[in-house]
């Protein structure tokens, strides 16, 4: 990975205009904020930069607005969350450029912030267009991005803005590119990846580079039936897909000819119907799922042997949970090979890295996130990465 500029190589920003470019997009109920991870996630840089005397002005998008105003989806909704967090008064700009930016900014004392009105509310903004950015760009003498989870997209508020004025990665933006650094980029080996959820369909793309990247790659999940029937293994009613039997067949050679072990379930908890502790649930190998049964979680001697190749490595990356957590007992195998790479993180003979939405919640559910090395809340930026994509965000800080 090239090198990018972080906050210790800003200088002094005093009385300096930074453009800082955050996640806001929270989860709202009621238009009240449910859930204030993200404002946490900002407030380090938020704080270095408003410290260090610089007029702080928060650049962020919120839903989809589709390129124009809607009262709805106003930034202005999570400022008191904002303010909550920070502990202080926080400005409302109803615009991102322009006259009433420039007012705000001669207003606003050294060490104070504000936050623009959502991004996505100019139509240049996911057109990522030069004009646009450089509008932003008029108001301001640095840029931050401290947003990974949006660094898949190219818009003007990620990377437009990164080319019109010194731009550096903020607290969260450098710890996000450390840690997936430390577990892809240059990793300690062997490397074990855990993909599983729902879909082979919606990983094909991180299956296919994880293979060249790792030594051992363990299926779970109902992806796992599909390699399963593409192996000849009978699913019974399982969630899978039998249209991509070649693919994952595909994926197999794949794996053979990059010397990654692929380790499939041979053990399997199924049920006849999908529900908590069903009276049908019951624990078989692999070959004996019958006809009316469907696979909902790895099998207790499979998620054994997986504990013992994770010991073997050095260093873990984790997308997706081994079988239908949200239900119980069929969140076992996931919290026990959770509790695993826990341990193994927290004794320091394991580098692990784990991202993706349902995989957090996961690891929440197993009560083991704090203990991971790193647990990444970008969904989409995260597997863009573990698909070995550039992202645009990302490039733009280090060019
Ligand atoms: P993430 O959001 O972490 O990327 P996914 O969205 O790919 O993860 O997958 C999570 C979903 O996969 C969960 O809702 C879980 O219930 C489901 N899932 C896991 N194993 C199975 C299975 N054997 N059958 C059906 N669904 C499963
Ligand atoms: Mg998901």
């Excluded at 615009?95 to 912030?113: F, P």
Aim: charged fraction near 20%; charge should be negative; proline fraction near 4%.
């Amino acid at each position: 990975m090239a090198r990018f500029k972080t906050l210790d190589d800003a200088g002094d920003v005093a009385g300096k205009v930074a453009l800082v470019r955050v996640d806001l997009n929270l989860p709202m109920d009621g238009g009240q904020v449910t859930d204030n991870t993200r404002i946490r996630a900002a407030e380090p840089t938020i704080r270095y930069l408003s410290d260090k005397g610089a007029k702080v002005l928060l650049l962020a998008h919120f839903g989809r607005p589709k390129g124009q105003r809607s009262s709805t989806q106003s930034l202005s909704m999570v400022l008191d969350a904002v303010e909550d967090v920070l502990g202080k008064e926080v400005m409302f700009v109803p615009e991102v450029a322009g006259d009433v930016v420039a007012q705000s900014v001669g207003i606003l004392g050294n060490g104070d912030v504000a936050i623009l009105e959502n991004t996505r509310f100019w139509p240049g903004e996911e057109a990522n267009d030069p004009d646009f950015a450089k509008a932003i760009a008029a108001n301001g003498d640095l840029y931050v991005n401290d947003a990974f989870s949006a660094a898949h997209r190219a818009h003007a508020s990620t990377e437009g803005l990164a080319h019109l004025l010194p731009a550096y990665a903020g607290r969260a933006m450098q710890a996000e590119l450390e840690a997936l650094e430390k577990a892809l980029g240059n990793p300690a080996k062997p490397v074990a990846a855990v993909v599983g959820g729902a879909k082979v369909s919606s990983k094909l793309d991180v299956l296919t580079h994880l293979v060249t990247k790792v030594d051992h790659l363990i299926i779970g999940g109902g992806m796992a039936n599909t390699f399963l029937a593409a192996r000849g293994v009978d699913v019974g009613k399982s969630l899978c897909e039998h249209d991509l039997a070649q693919t994952a067949e595909n994926i197999l050679a794949e794996a053979d000819k990059a010397g990654c072990t692929v380790h499939l379930p041979y053990d399997v908890v199924v049920a006849k119907e999908f529900a908590a502790n069903p009276a049908s649930l019951r624990t078989c190998n692999m070959h004996e799922v019958a006809e009316d049964e469907m696979i909902l979680d790895v099998g207790p001697q499979a998620v054994e042997a997986l504990a013992d190749v994770l010991k073997t490595c050095r260093t873990l990356v984790w997308n997706g949970p081994l079988g239908a957590f949200e239900t119980v007992p069929f969140d076992k195998a996931t919290v026990a090979l959770a509790k695993t790479a826990a341990a193994l993180s927290k004794e320091g003979s394991l580098v692990s890295v784990a991202g993706g939405g349902d995989t957090v919640a996961a690891l929440n559910h197993a009560g083991v996130a704090q203990d991971f090395t790193y647990v990444s809340a970008a969904g989409g930026a995260f597997l863009e990465w573990m698909e070995g994509k550039e992202l645009p965000g990302v490039v733009a800080l280090e060019a």
